[in-house]
């Protein structure tokens, strides 16, 4: 069993920064792309980044390009969102995420931290 845990959500104000990390573990761990997600009260889950661990590729959404960056730490099976100027409408919780792209180019989410809160105040 793979298990996801989140660290470093808390509470903010607008323009501020905050760092996320998401560390991997179990002896079967062998995803290939780590990402984030993010959901506000009441909406749908959003896709904000991901990584490729084989490949030194990443994807951005478009809300959150210039201002977050995601990074690798291979050794540790660990990721990192730094998030900065932060804006109200980024507070949601975020979820990391691990899983494989498939033959046909489309990413498997298989493994689901349980979030941690990102709080922006104005």
């Known amino acids: 069993q793979v298990q996801l845990v989140e660290s470093g959500g808390g509470l903010v104000q607008a323009g501020g920064s905050l760092r996320l990390s998401c560390a991997a573990s179990?002896?079967?761990?062998?995803?290939?792309?780590m990402g984030w997600f993010r959901q506000a009260p009441g909406k749908e889950r959003d896709f904000v980044v991901a990584i490729s661990w084989s490949v030194d590729s990443t994807y951005y959404a478009d809300s959150v390009k210039g201002r977050f960056t995601i990074s690798r730490d291979n050794a540790k099976n660990t990721v990192h969102l730094q998030m900065n100027s932060l804006k109200p409408e980024d507070a949601a919780v975020y979820y990391c995420?691990?899983?494989?792209?498939?033959?046909?180019?489309?990413?498997?989410?298989?493994?689901w931290g349980q979030g941690t809160q990102v709080t922006v105040s104005s």
């Open positions: 179990g002896r079967t761990f062998s995803s290939d792309v």
């Open positions: 995420a691990a899983g494989d792209v498939d033959v046909e180019g489309a990413t498997h989410w298989d493994y």
